[in-house]
Nanobody, 115 residues
Framework: EERVVESGGGLVQPGGSLRLSCAASGFTFSNYGMSWVRQPPGKGLELVSSIGFGQIYYADSVKGRFTISTDNNKNTLFLQLNSLKIDDTAMYYC??????????RGQGTQVTVSS
């Protein structure tokens, strides 16, 4: 069974940092691109970042602040979130697929940025 499980979210002050993780299982992780998407309260899904096939994509809103990476030996996707802003508050999801908001995803991990 294919599965992804997100973790690492939390409550942080503006300017703070978090590291999100996505543990994948049931598929050959290194054969697929992976994405992070987020859903702010009351809004739709937004593509945040993708990695795969030698390419990395960041949404303009997070460029220079967020860093996506993978550990293929551990089938894990990461997203380092730095210089967090209140507008970054959202549920963050890991998606199997490159530059897509649709696909296999987990239950999400909540990131709340508040003073």
């Amino acid at each position: 069974e294919e599965r992804v499980v997100e973790s690492g979210g939390g409550l942080v002050q503006p300017g703070g940092s978090l590291r999100l993780s996505c543990a994948a299982s049931g598929f050959t992780f290194s054969n697929y691109g992976m994405s992070w998407v987020r859903q702010p309260p009351g809004k739709g899904l937004e593509l945040v970042s993708s990695i795969g096939f030698g390419q990395i994509y960041y949404a303009d809103s997070v460029k220079g602040r967020f860093t996506i990476s993978t550990d293929n030996n551990k089938n894990t996707l990461f997203l380092q979130l730095n210089s967090l802003k209140i507008d970054d508050t959202a549920m963050y999801y890991c998606i199997k697929g490159f530059k897509t908001v649709y696909g296999l995803r987990g239950q999400g991990t909540q990131v709340t940025v508040s003073s």
